[in-house]
């Protein structure tokens, strides 16, 4: 089996050996598929040195062959796709080419159908997770999206609201696994990363205070503050 430029793939069974350039026509296939994508993907992940987290953190927690769900009209990061909170609160953002009063925000007791907890016109592109907190009605998940003109335009975020005994056990292990870096700035900032790739991204957001405020000249650890 090989594998083209474009990713598309063809085989040869018969033995012997073969002069490539006969078999040059077998690699112009515009079509996508399936496998083709399949090829690409793996072979990104395979050739494509992962950055450390210092470097680029961002570039460093996303799988190169990764899917992004787009809605049109309305841009909103991966990153928001799936957040967890015991405490704290940030803005979750997007952008949008959508006329000042056509968009609206909308929570859910569910993925798919379910409840709908709270509704209204969007002022501008970002919510407050206490926003989502307050509305949500005592359930620990809840599902969020953004429709056009009443129209559903986006697949529905996930919230997820832990308990602080709870998150407190997870903080404990992802701590203890950073036991061997001495310097408090690196470790602040390292458990920021460790807790943001875990989705608690309000509590990530503490740790890189505390990082940025013993090492202010470091800019990798402003890095974070700004993002967020």
Not at 92 to 110: C, I, M, R
Not at 169 to 184: F, Q, T
Request: charged residues 25%.
């Amino acid at each position: 089996m090989l594998i083209c430029e474009g990713y598309n793939s063809f085989t040869i069974s018969k033995s012997g050996s073969h002069l490539l350039s006969r078999y040059l026509d077998s690699c112009r296939n515009e079509e996508q598929s399936v496998s083709a994508a399949y090829f690409k993907y793996v072979w990104d992940e395979m050739t494509h040195p992962h950055t450390t987290p210092e470097s680029n953190r961002r570039k460093y927690m996303q799988n190169t062959g990764a899917v992004v769900r787009g809605c049109p009209g309305i841009t909103i990061a991966p990153l928001f796709d799936t957040v967890y909170n015991s405490s704290g609160s940030i803005k979750l953002k997007w952008t949008a080419e959508v006329p000042a009063g056509q968009l609206a925000f909308a929570l859910f007791d569910a993925e798919k159908d379910g409840r709908l907890l709270y509704s209204a016109p969007v002022t501008r592109n970002d919510v407050q997770l206490d926003t989502i907190k307050k509305y949500a009605g005592g359930n620990e998940e809840v599902y969020w999206d953004l429709t056009i003109n009443g129209n559903k335009m986006c697949s529905r975020k996930l919230v997820k609201f832990f308990k602080v005994a709870d998150y407190a056990v997870i903080e404990a292990e992802l701590k203890s696994s950073l036991s061997m870096i001495v310097n408090r700035a690196e470790r602040n900032y390292a458990m920021g990363f460790l807790l943001e790739t875990n989705h608690f991204l309000a509590e990530a957001k503490i740790y890189y205070k505390k990082a940025a405020a013993l090492d202010p000249a470091k800019s990798n650890y402003r890095e974070p503050l700004n993002d967020f």
